[in-house]
């Protein structure tokens, strides 16, 4: 009887050659629904957005950021292999978030906030709070402008999704902290981070016995955005190992949303199927013709909220949770594409720039190791003579 042959994730992930369009679509769809997730939070205030946490949604509204942030995992864990050293891995990660996230603060404080603000112009501009507000662009996060949606269901809040940019900064700098020990040659220090993150993160909630404190996909529950982001880098690290087929993706999404339900600690052991999951969904390859070469997903993540505040400000016959999406979804892909051809895009060319740092960090690393050798080799023939 013929064996089937296994076939894993890293057969599929060689099998689309390292690009699978499946995370391309996939990232759209988690901005998008993050700005669903949003829709009643902005149309009606925080009592609209905790009953909908507090309902049996909640498990699949849960599931969108701590998805981004696996889906991130598996992908910079690629670019980290591919990258000779850590100035090319953290000079891409820079070059992708950066600059858009500088444009839409500014957009935000330059533009819309003097559009909206109850407060004279000169009063505005020289507010604290809009000096703060600017900080958002190298990721000290500030939610509020002067006078700015003072009348929104949910008040004084520009953007409240830039909540997650100051940990996908941190995970990042973790990647690199666990590549410098060794994370390309010991690969098991990816799980090992993964089990030791979510110990850290039971034993501080039975210290503090708060109720209010638990373990969820929610991406609230931030120490566990840590966790999936490097259970995605593991996967990827040991995706020669771990299957590629629909009965394995299909067990991983059931237990991610099962896991909220198993009681107050189900949710520790959502990390790694979190991100085996969105890994599966991933890999599909799907035709590109509708993406046509162009990555929208980051511009809707950083505008959703904010175009969805300024609808409910000039359209508050719009504060309909389905009519929120029907109006704001359109209005970020126009912002997201936008912010596509005129900042991100072209600040990928800056790869250039990188990869000549990087070839010259190369040499200069290269001459000192030769220096090394020459006075080692020189000391060695001194004493024998």
Not at 3 to 23: E, I, P
Not at 103 to 119: D, E, F, H, K, R
Not at 353 to 363: A, N, T, Y
Request: with cysteine.
């Amino acid at each position: 009887m013929a064996r089937v042959k296994f076939y894993s994730l890293g057969d599929r992930y060689a099998a689309t050659g390292g690009r699978s369009s499946g995370f391309d679509y996939l990232r759209l769809i988690l901005a998008s629904l993050i700005i669903a997730v949003h829709s009643p939070l902005t149309s009606y205030g925080l009592a609209a957005n905790d009953a909908l946490y507090e309902s049996n949604l909640a498990r699949f509204c849960n599931l969108p950021v701590p998805m981004f942030f696996a889906l991130s995992g598996f992908l910079v864990a690629g670019s980290l292999e591919r990258s000779r050293t850590l100035v090319m891995f953290l000079g891409l990660r820079v070059i992708r978030i950066v600059p858009a996230l500088a444009a839409a603060t500014a957009l935000s404080a330059v533009i819309l906030g003097p559009l909206v603000t109850t407060m004279p112009a000169g009063q505005y501009f020289s507010d604290p709070l809009f000096f703060q507000y600017l900080l958002n662009a190298v990721g000290d996060v500030h939610y509020a402008l002067p006078g700015v949606f003072a009348d929104n269901p949910w008040p004084s809040v520009v953007n409240g999704q830039l909540w997650t940019i100051p940990y996908e900064l941190y995970c990042y700098g973790a990647v690199a902290v666990i590549a410098l020990l060794g994370l390309k040659r010991r690969r098991a220090l990816g799980p090992v981070f993964v089990v030791a993150i979510t110990m850290l993160y039971l034993l501080w909630v039975l210290y503090n016995s708060d109720n209010n404190v638990g373990a969820s996909t929610n991406g609230v529950r931030k120490p566990f955005l840590f966790a999936t982001l490097l259970a995605g880098v593991s996967i990827y690290f040991y995706r020669e190992l771990l299957p590629w087929n629909g009965w394995c993706g299909t067990a991983a999404l059931a237990l991610v949303l099962a896991l909220p339900g198993a009681g107050r600690y189900g949710g520790f052991l959502a990390p790694v199927p979190v991100a085996y999951a969105t890994v599966w969904l991933g890999l599909m390859n799907p035709s590109r013709k509708l993406l046509r070469g162009a990555d929208y997903s980051y511009g809707i993540y950083l505008y959703g909220f904010a175009v969805q505040q300024t609808m409910m400000h000039f359209l508050p016959m719009a504060r309909i949770w389905y009519l929120n999406i029907l109006i704001s979804l359109p209005a970020a892909y126009l912002v997201a594409a936008a912010s596509w051809h005129f900042i991100e895009r072209p600040a990928g060319q800056l790869r250039s720039v990188l990869k000549r740092l990087e070839d010259w960090f190369q040499e200069y690393r290269n001459g000192e190791r030769a220096s090394i050798r020459e006075a080692t080799d020189g000391d060695l023939a001194a004493q024998k003579n």
